[in-house]
């Protein structure tokens, strides 16, 4: 038995085909969504992919919060679905108040596009269970609006309760408040985060390292043996 | 048809780093005496009917969960060249 996991297509997602392709690499059942439909084709999992959904008009994420794929998506990440966010898709998840704070331009107002270094600060989540606590990991990141934002309240919560889940290490690359590479809520099933893991699961392409093969070898385990 | 305008700013304690951009070009291009710029979004809606209390109070909710993110961003709304009508979230 293996499990199946959602990635949602918005206009202008330009990750999708990766992350599907990385959920196939672990093991899963990888499963097309499409932003207009609300129905989830009863997956186990849903994976928000990057790009520019809706060209970023407004506010990244800001649009493609209130899709008809949204409402499902948030109601049941409520309920318990693991939900991962990647770069637009962390600005989706922030948006929809599924994770605290809010993301920027970032803050030198260059794209950047490079192999980022990170830690991996909270191994219990749905997503990170295959990693150490505390691994360093390099995956690509590319992005305009990086930059995570929260109030001094929100962040020091954060902190407190090891829902930072990924800081930047060696360069902050976008000015994200207390080095935050992505966080998670109370639950753990939402995890948002700006770099790329779908990216660096083949050692042929991206990195050259597998490095984020695990955020999807650690759902599908969660998932077959739930 | 009456112009109902929301004004959306970041919150004071936000770094924007485009309208410091925009303040440190000025002096090259001879504006000097600027001491801060900060950069915002201008919303002009144009209303069907009559811009009363109901349709002031929508076009509100529609500022706070739609046109604004209030996590980062502070927004007014005015009904055009008359009062000042619901200031937000200070």
């Given at each position: 038995?293996?499990?199946?996991?959602?990635?949602?297509?918005?206009?202008?997602?330009?990750?999708?085909?990766?992350a599907?392709?990385?959920?196939?690499?672990?093991?899963?059942?990888?499963?097309?969504?499409?932003?207009?439909?609300?129905?989830?084709?009863?997956?186990?999992a849903?994976?928000l992919?990057?790009?520019?959904?809706?060209?970023?008009?407004?506010?990244?994420?800001?649009?493609?919060?209130?899709?008809?794929?949204?409402?499902?998506?948030?109601?049941?990440?409520?309920?318990?679905?693991?939900?991962?966010?990647?770069?637009?898709?962390?600005?989706?998840?922030?948006?929809?108040?599924?994770?605290?704070?809010?993301?920027?331009?970032?803050?030198?107002?260059?794209?950047?596009?490079?192999?980022?270094?990170?830690?991996?600060?909270?191994?219990?989540?749905?997503?990170?269970?295959d990693?150490?606590?505390?691994?360093?990991?390099?995956?690509?990141?590319?992005?305009?609006?990086?930059?995570?934002?929260?109030?001094?309240?929100?962040?020091?919560?954060?902190?407190?309760?090891?829902r930072?889940?990924?800081?930047?290490?060696d360069?902050?690359?976008?000015?994200?408040?207390?080095?935050?590479?992505?966080?998670?809520?109370?639950?753990?099933?939402?995890?948002g985060?700006?770099?790329?893991?779908?990216?660096a699961?083949?050692?042929?392409?991206?990195?050259?390292?597998?490095?984020?093969?695990?955020?999807?070898?650690?759902?599908?385990?969660?998932?077959?043996?739930? | 048809?009456?112009?109902?305008?929301?004004d959306?700013?970041?919150?004071?304690?936000?770094?924007?780093?485009?309208?410091?951009?925009?303040?440190?070009?000025?002096?090259?291009?001879?504006?000097?005496?600027?001491?801060?710029?900060?950069?915002?979004?201008r919303?002009?809606?144009?209303?069907?009917?009559?811009?009363?209390?109901?349709?002031?109070?929508?076009?509100?909710?529609?500022?706070?969960?739609?046109?604004?993110?209030?996590?980062?961003?502070?927004?007014?709304?005015?009904?055009?060249?008359?009062?000042?009508?619901?200031g937000?979230?200070?």
């Amino acid at each position: 038995m293996t499990a199946r996991i959602g990635v949602v297509t918005f206009p202008g997602t330009l990750d999708d085909q990766d992350a599907l392709r990385a959920a196939r690499l672990a093991g899963a059942e990888p499963v097309s969504l499409w932003h207009r439909d609300k129905d989830l084709k009863q997956v186990d999992a849903v994976v928000l992919a990057g790009g520019f959904s809706y060209g970023d008009y407004l506010r990244a994420g800001a649009i493609s919060r209130f899709s008809p794929v949204m409402e499902t998506i948030i109601e049941q990440a409520k309920a318990g679905m693991p939900v991962l966010g990647i770069c637009n898709g962390f600005q989706i998840l922030t948006e929809a108040h599924l994770l605290p704070g809010a993301m920027l331009r970032n803050n030198h107002l260059h794209f950047i596009c490079r192999d980022q270094k990170l830690r991996v600060e909270n191994a219990g989540t749905a997503w990170t269970s295959d990693y150490e606590q505390g691994q360093e990991i390099q995956v690509p990141l590319k992005n305009m609006d990086g930059r995570y934002v929260a109030d001094e309240r929100t962040l020091d919560e954060l902190e407190a309760e090891g829902r930072v889940a990924f800081r930047y290490l060696d360069m902050n690359p976008n000015g994200s408040l207390r080095d935050i590479a992505g966080i998670t809520n109370e639950a753990g099933n939402v995890v948002g985060l700006m770099p790329h893991p779908e990216h660096a699961v083949e050692p042929l392409v991206g990195t050259g390292r597998t490095d984020g093969l695990g955020f999807f070898t650690s759902i599908l385990k969660k998932l077959v043996t739930a | 048809m009456a112009r109902v305008v929301v004004d959306v700013m970041l919150k004071p304690e936000i770094l924007d780093p485009q309208g410091q951009a925009v303040q440190r070009a000025l002096p090259r291009l001879g504006f000097d005496g600027i001491a801060d710029v900060r950069q915002g979004k201008r919303f002009e809606l144009e209303v069907d009917g009559p811009v009363d209390e109901a349709a002031l109070a929508r076009i509100h909710e529609m500022a706070e969960t739609f046109l604004a993110n209030t996590v980062i961003e502070d927004f007014t709304v005015k009904v055009e060249e008359t009062s000042e009508v619901a200031g937000a979230s200070k």
